[in-house]
């Protein structure tokens, strides 16, 4: 990636990077000063923690697989939209 300032639709393809802690030192940098500079792009990382914490303290085995397979279909729905 470049040092150029990221946009909101670079930082949306990168939080999951971001959450796992896999981008660069300069990555990293460039994703937290976006978050701060554009309150958008600072909601949506909310929400998409608030979604990873509900979601991880559902038990697997409670997720019927209709239930997954609806969210999964959402999820990649999203990304075509």
């Given at each position: ?9 670079e ?18 940098s ?52």
């Amino acid at each position: 990636m470049s040092t150029d300032p990221l946009t909101c639709k670079e930082l949306v393809e990168l939080v999951t990077l971001y959450f796992e802690g896999s981008l660069s030192a300069e990555d990293r940098s460039r994703f937290e000063e976006h978050i701060m500079s554009c309150p958008p792009c600072r909601a949506h990382l909310e929400q998409m923690q608030t979604t990873m914490r509900l979601l991880g303290s559902i038990p697997e085995e409670e997720v019927s697989p209709a239930a997954e397979e609806a969210l999964v279909a959402a999820l990649h729905g999203w990304k075509r939209e």
